[in-house]
């Protein structure tokens, strides 16, 4: 791991970067973080494991804080500008000297699926997109339908803020490539179930961004 910032407009936001081992070129993952209102940063349980799980498949993680987080300058971000972060984030890892331009992927987790989705589905350089417990809120879903890009939406089946029945309702309206996950037991903060939801992310951009 190591502590980066990178550029947004005139504001600096800071992440880290989870390299693999070995030479690349890599693929890379940017990863979202949730609302920071909750408590939600770079350093949440289920945005660390996907980065560790990432880079395990040899693909290069950049998790980072949201503008008005940690040590991101700025005001806490909404959803709108929240998608600046996120275009920044992408623009970052796409010029690392050791990932492989065509091979970039985008993760979110809650708030942090939210603005993955209806910021980056129309971004070039994203090759797929993986979403764990999105919000499920008119602009969310319109964005995951008007994907055409590989997608993996993951639940719990314990999730009372995304109930499953109601993801598993997305999923079946969902043009394809698609892909889902109701992991049993699970609720919204994934304590004790977070290595099952990065484990099945991570496989997904593997295969995904072969």
């Given at each position: 791991m190591r502590e980066i910032t990178f550029p947004c407009g005139e504001l600096s936001l800071e992440g880290i970067c989870h390299s693999p081992e070995g030479e690349g070129p890599f693929a890379a993952?940017?990863?979202c973080h949730p609302h920071p209102l909750y408590g939600g940063s770079m350093s949440n349980n289920v945005v660390l494991a996907v980065c560790q799980a990432l880079a395990q498949q040899s693909i290069l993680a950049l998790r980072f804080n949201f503008r008005g987080v940690g040590g991101s300058q700025g005001e806490l971000a909404d959803e709108a500008t929240g998608q600046e972060d996120v275009r920044a984030a992408l623009s970052y890892v796409a010029s690392v000297e050791d990932v492989e331009r065509g091979r970039i992927g985008?993760?979110?987790y809650s708030f942090g699926a939210g603005v993955a989705v209806t910021g980056a589905a129309s971004e070039e350089q994203v090759r797929a997109v993986a979403v764990v417990s999105p919000p499920l809120q008119p602009s969310v879903v319109q964005g995951?339908?008007?994907?055409?890009?590989?997608?993996?939406?993951?639940?719990?089946?314990?999730?009372?803020?995304?109930?499953?029945?109601?993801?598993?309702?997305?999923?079946?309206?969902?043009p394809p490539p698609k892909d889902?996950?109701?992991?049993?037991?699970?609720d919204h903060?994934?304590?004790?179930?977070?290595?099952?939801?990065?484990?099945?992310?991570?496989?997904?951009?593997?295969?995904?961004?072969s």
């Open positions: 993952v940017v990863v985008l993760c979110g995951l339908k008007g994907c055409v890009k590989p997608r993996l939406l993951i639940g719990g089946s314990e999730d009372r803020f995304i109930p499953a029945e109601e993801l598993l309702r997305l999923v079946e309206e969902l889902h996950e109701i992991v049993s037991g699970a903060f994934w304590w004790g179930y977070e290595g099952e939801a990065a484990t099945r992310v991570a496989a997904f951009f593997a295969a995904a961004l």
